[in-house]
């Protein structure tokens, strides 16, 4: 099934997740031009793992060339913003990654032993990058959360672009990540631009553990 990159919410990552799986060299990164690209002469009309694993939307495939055609003419008449298009898939307002709050903090290489492993309380970290979709999805609700548990748990957001020695270690391989830590141990993670509600579990299972003193 032919493919097409829609540049409306394509992030262009060098390290696209849907070029890493397209088994035929369908989709690659052009460094050049900056931006990933499909080659429909190389599709073979596999399983479409591409479109699956793109966070953002942005790698579609037809079933005929005639509908991609199609498809691309809409989307080069559209008039949706960015945010538009990534409101109408997740069903939430993208915000400002970089942006803090109470009890939200900018955690960085030079403060992540005082401000995360040397923390009395359990902190959740957003690992984020400024190019990255689902990072702007998560923002609202992680700020939003933050506040909520002001006291319980401290939450932190570390730029992966700005400190990669950190997410080198924890072995980030994708974003946005949340690592939740106590005493300096990561207890859970989570992946993804995660609704409010998983987020709160994840949150009322660590504080819980810790009201009992659990390690």
Request: charged residues 25%.
């Amino acid at each position: 099934m032919p493919v097409i990159v829609d540049y409306r919410v394509c992030d262009n990552s060098p390290a696209c997740s849907a070029v890493r799986v397209c088994p035929r060299g369908t989709l690659t990164f052009n460094h050049k031009e900056n931006r990933v690209e499909a080659d429909n002469e190389k599709c073979h009309s596999c399983a479409g793992p591409c479109a699956r694993v793109c966070p953002a939307g942005a790698i579609k495939w037809y079933k005929t060339m005639d509908e991609l055609e199609a498809a691309k003419v809409e989307m080069e008449s559209s008039t949706l913003s960015k945010d538009d298009l990534l409101e109408q898939r997740y069903g939430v307002r993208p915000g400002d990654p970089r942006e803090l709050g109470p009890n939200l903090h900018h955690v960085d290489c030079s403060n992540f032993q005082s401000e995360v492993l040397e923390s009395d309380i359990p902190v959740v970290v957003d690992f984020w990058a400024e190019w990255c979709a689902p990072c702007r999805i998560l923002a609202p609700t992680f700020k939003s959360l933050a506040a909520k548990y002001e006291g319980k748990v401290k939450f932190g957001k570390l730029d992966t672009e700005e400190c990669m020695e950190v997410p080198g270690e924890y072995v980030i391989m994708s974003i946005p990540t949340m690592l939740f830590f106590h005493k300096g141990q990561v207890v859970d993670q989570a992946v993804g631009a995660l609704p409010a509600e998983a987020i709160q579990r994840k949150l009322d299972a660590i504080v819980a553990r810790t009201s009992k003193g659990a390690n």
